[in-house]
């Protein structure tokens, strides 16, 4: 597997220096996790919903997640507001279209959000982004029911047509611009058994992307890096309880010469 | 004390086999938790509230929790229509009336959803589920003033009338159709010192009931599990933080074998 | 550093005989863990931010707690209130005005809430405290840009203004009703890599509230009891995963007489 000499020990301390603000849309079910997530590796979190403050909110921050969770229409039109004010900003959004195919009311909002907002990455599993173009499909809740592999030709479709990245993510994860394609293999299958672990893939991403002008490249570090975390972890705990401790603390202790001696990616 | 042969190690094999898919509607405290304990015991968790799309998630679950910690008058108008469309698809419900008795508003919250949605199960403490039909009892917050053995007779004359599973918990639990009841003597008093663990037993009845259509035989079984578990993770951890870590790896870690042999019911 | 005789042991020991309830309108980020390590500290919480109960659940409690953290035009009215119903019935009310400065809706929240509340307590960090009557500082999002020490005067004239106690938790905290004025010592930096501490430290305060009449030496002990449990548990954590668990077994572990002992605090 090469590497393509990819800076991302470089680009882990620059992380790390800037502490930048990741302004966080995101759903209740995580917003804890993912924002110990973000303070272990190196950003600074904060979640804000209220129409009334987030486009405020966005504008001193340095990335913008936009995550559809546990969603209802008031949020919506908070996440609007403030992807429209991050566009004109040009502080780069990242969408997780978290059950997108299970439910009618998340598949139009998330394809209604992609109209109307530009995203540089949309990161989800094979079903959630296959959900985006294709009705029919039903996903079984949040979890996939496609192999991420099967979806690498309609990523590269996506990402053209929508100019932005598209991330899916399985186990092995394919992250595309529609002209550069990446596969990814760090990664822990136990990292299945925590809630929220997709959404925290989606917030270091964006924490990378406050620190790094090409998506392409800020997707493909911020997912190796949540990967070798798990992998990181599993020498520790072997069960989800403890795994999840373990996991926060290898977001924090990697350094960032392990980090680009460990990240497994392959350029396709 | 007696088992009636309850096969417990084909249930939890079942549940792990089948990973069935767990709706909840439930307050933001113990989101994240719940749905860690559902993955952990080997389910798949679905948190989603808004009135747009419950009655299509919970279309796709096997069984719907329905949990009043953090109630509003929007998310009440979200459990009406998920319950109602889960009664219509012949998924079961278990409610959790959480602080139910505390406030006025939550008490007819409890009364209207009991007339409204036919549920299987209706699990609360005993300050919950007496004050369904006394008005004058007052609780202490979400922690039980009355002792469960206390209200044995009331729990079977409720089952009656209610048709449903009642489950009372505390130092012993109650179980109960108000034909054949149940006591189950598995649990920890450290479980007390986590917030959610109330809930966190909800959803583990609601976990095998989408595995066993006796909800009288689930609720006894996903207490047993979940007290099993707590007694599980004491042998690892004396105090809460670490004992909320060893708890989700209990649910993980308990095997069929393990679960049937060490269960602790008695059919009264 | 002298310790005027406070005598915490006695005060903890009061808390965790008395149990008190401490009801909660917080935001979702922290809720979990907030609850938690009230019930770990002896405390028992309750979250509730339904208009329609707000008002209903503080009368049974011993201490309010108001945390703007992720506020909407909704939660406000229900601070309104349960703040009202709580200054009536003489219970205390503590403010958290996270991340104000930060945005404009927060800011003025802020002032709105502390014109029509008597707060006990204000705890923030400085920049939050500053935004209190500063229009022009901007804060990074929910971390603060001033040190602590700068705000000594500032803190000093808010409290006599406002007629309340001001708590500035920094690297060293300043605890001051106006006329006199503490400095905590306590504490560790790793705190700061775990989402909340700062709202757990003001649901720290609130426990103490509960249970010491003057609100001073209540703050001061709130904040002495959390910051120790910072230091005890890095003394088994040095990561910020492993960190929070120990946190929480800290907060259950010490004992009054550690506390009294290792309360570092100087009147000044």
């Known amino acids: 597997m090469s590497k393509q000499n990819l800076n ?3 680009l882990l301390q620059k992380l790390r220096d800037t502490k930048p603000l990741i302004h966080n849309i995101t759903n209740y ?4 996790f993912t924002a110990n997530v973000l303070l272990a590796l190196g950003a600074s979190p904060v979640m ?3 129409q009334e ?3 405020d909110m966005v504008s001193i921050a340095q990335a913008l997640v936009i995550n559809i969770g546990t969603l209802s229409p008031s949020w919506v039109k908070a996440m609007q507001l403030a992807g ?3 566009n004109k900003l040009k502080i780069p959004v990242i969408l997780d279209p978290v059950g997108s195919g299970a439910t009618k009311y998340r598949t139009e909002t998330t394809k209604k959000l992609i109209q109307q907002i530009k ?4 990161r989800g599993n094979a079903s959630e982004i296959l959900s985006i173009q294709k009705e029919k499909i039903k996903t079984k809740g949040v979890d996939s029911i496609h192999s991420s592999t099967d979806a690498l030709d309609y990523a590269i479709r996506l990402a053209n047509e929508l100019k932005t990245v598209i991330a899916i993510t399985g186990k ?3 992250v595309t611009n529609g002209k550069d394609t990446y596969k990814i293999f760090n990664g822990h299958p136990l990292l299945s058994y925590i809630t929220g672990t997709g959404c925290a893939a989606t917030v270091s991403i964006a924490a990378f992307l406050a620190c790094e002008s090409n998506p392409l490249i800020a997707t ?3 997912l190796c890096f949540f990967g070798l975390a798990g992998e990181f972890a599993f020498e520790e705990a072997k069960s989800p309880g403890l795994y999840k401790v373990k996991l926060i603390d290898a977001l924090f202790e990697i350094s960032p010469e392990y980090f680009e001696k460990n990240a497994k990616y392959e350029k396709i």
Chains 1, 2, 3 share one sequence.
Do not use: L, P, R, T
């Open 48 to 50: 804000a919903h209220s």
């Open 8 to 10: 991302f020990k470089n």
């Open 53 to 55: 403050e987030v486009e």
């Open 84 to 86: 429209g004010k991050a």
């Open 119 to 122: 995203f540089s990455v949309i």
């Open 172 to 174: 092995v994860d394919i």
């Open 220 to 222: 493909v570090a911020g």
């Open 29 to 32: 079910v995580v917003m804890n």
